[in-house]
């Protein structure tokens, strides 16, 4: 007769085995893994053809500087050199780190700023609008990179240091950056925000962007907006709108007037709401929206602080303080290459934690135990899942075109 296992041994077997499963499941779901599967060689090629970048190496292509960069990101690499070094833990081949220096240089950044779109046009998703507004919120706003003076000579800044900055339009509901100008970091951002504008989106912009006679252009545009407005602006002609009394209201005042004075006065009246934020500061917002109640513009405008929060996550998390080369190809290289890392984070996360029953994690957590294979097996199942999806929906695509 066949004797039976004892409990502890049966324990142990399935302990075993989830371990051994675990292993397997870390091994395929790395972000080098994601990011194949979404953002194809082929891609990629057919990236740098329209761009007129011929790829003439065999060993280290566009797509593989485009691996080491998001490994960068995620791995918190120091230079080259210290990448180079750690290649293999990521699967990636083996390459000394003046090639890698040297292929960042010469390959030209519009491709992952390209790539960079493209993968936001693949991970556009719908989402609920938590403010029940019309039409999704927009931030725009632009962050600083700054290092040595004599490391980036083509972009230098104040005093001893050098710098280049990102503006970037925000998607408050989908938690996305869906487009991005690059500029050395003296460039104002009022300009360059005039280029990241979307008549299907509410902007929502802070004092730089602020610029009045602006106003009557949006107007004419049909762009809505909330934007933050200068204290020294004169306020002509202000006419109070009626509003229900409300003691527990952050709000002071809301009125409709016309901005500026003699020849830089706005044609159009718009609408001045005054508020208190959540540290109690005097906040004053212009806006072409009379249909919505005063809290809710005020409501609008704290949402801007969703793309601070982006902002301070990729510096943190994905290395982009940190600048490799000294080049332009090169610094823009890797900071797209930072962006694309956060896009395939925030949509694996968002795509797979509504599955997850028995884990909890934010999308900071997430980033880290991803980056450190420390995720519980639940998730790497549900990321493993959701790659087959995605490889099995490109396969259909393909046997369709065929």
Same mark, same amino acid.
């Given at each position: 007769m066949k004797k039976r296992p004892s409990y502890a041994k049966i324990i142990c077997d399935q302990t075993n085995t989830a371990i051994r499963r675990n292993d397997l499941m870390k091994k395929s779901n790395t972000i080098i893994d994601i990011m194949q599967v979404l953002l194809t060689e082929q891609e990629v090629k057919e990236v740098c053809d329209i761009l007129g970048y011929k790829d003439t190496s065999r060993k280290f292509t566009v797509y593989s500087l485009l691996k080491f960069f998001i490994a960068a990101a995620t791995g918190e690499w120091k230079s080259f050199r210290h990448g180079a070094e750690n290649t293999a833990d990521y699967g990636l081949e083996t390459i000394d780190y003046?090639?890698?220096?040297?292929? %960042?240089?010469?390959?030209?950044?519009?491709?992952?700023?390209?790539?960079?779109?493209?993968?936001?046009?693949?991970?556009?998703?719908?989402?609920?609008?938590?403010?029940?507004?019309?039409?999704?919120?927009? %931030?725009?706003?632009?962050?600083?990179?700054?290092?040595?003076?004599?490391?980036?000579?083509? %972009?230098?800044?104040?005093?001893?240091?050098?710098?280049?900055?990102?503006?970037? %339009?925000?998607?408050?509901?989908q938690m996305m950056p869906v487009k991005v100008e690059e500029t050395i970091a003296l460039k104002h951002d009022g300009p360059i925000g005039e280029k990241l504008t979307n008549t299907?989106?509410?902007?929502?912009?802070?004092?730089?962007?602020?610029?009045?006679?602006?106003?009557?252009?949006?107007?004419?545009?049909g762009q809505s907006f909330v934007i933050?407005?200068?204290?020294?602006?004169?306020?002509?002609?202000?006419k109070s709108l009626k509003r229900m009394d409300n003691k527990d209201s952050s709000i002071i005042k809301d009125i409709t007037c016309k901005l500026g004075k003699d020849d830089k006065q706005t044609k159009n009246r718009f609408r001045v709401v005054e508020f208190k934020d959540f540290k109690g500061k005097y906040i004053r917002v212009c806006t072409d929206m009379l249909n919505l109640s005063a809290e809710k513009i005020a409501a609008i405008y704290k949402e801007r602080w969703n793309i601070e929060t982006f902002f301070r996550f990729i510096k943190q998390n994905?290395?982009?303080?940190?600048?490799?080369?000294?080049?332009?190809?090169?610094?823009?290289?890797?900071?797209?290459?930072?962006?694309?890392?956060?896009?395939?984070?925030h949509f694996f996360y968002m795509e797979t934690s509504q599955t997850w029953k028995y884990v909890k994690l934010s999308f900071v957590e997430f980033t880290r135990k991803l980056c450190k294979d420390t995720l519980q097996i639940e998730v790497y199942i549900s990321i493993d899942f959701l790659m087959q999806k995605i490889k099995n929906q490109d396969n259909n695509r393909i046997e369709n075109i065929g």
């Open positions: 003046s090639t890698v220096s040297k292929k %960042a240089t010469k390959v030209n950044y519009k491709i992952t700023k390209k790539l960079f779109e493209l993968l936001v046009s693949k991970c556009n998703r719908v989402t609920k609008r938590t403010l029940k507004l019309p039409k999704d919120l927009l %931030a725009i706003d632009s962050t600083t990179i700054t290092v040595g003076k004599p490391r980036l000579k083509w %972009a230098k800044y104040k005093g001893q240091r050098s710098g280049v900055k990102l503006h970037v %339009a925000f998607n408050v509901a299907t989106c509410i902007l929502v912009e802070d004092r730089a962007y602020g610029k009045h006679e602006r106003f009557d252009k949006f107007k004419e545009e933050r407005i200068k204290g020294n602006i004169h306020i002509i002609q202000p994905l290395n982009v303080k940190r600048l490799f080369g000294t080049s332009q190809n090169s610094v823009y290289n890797q900071l797209f290459c930072g962006f694309i890392a956060y896009i395939l984070l």
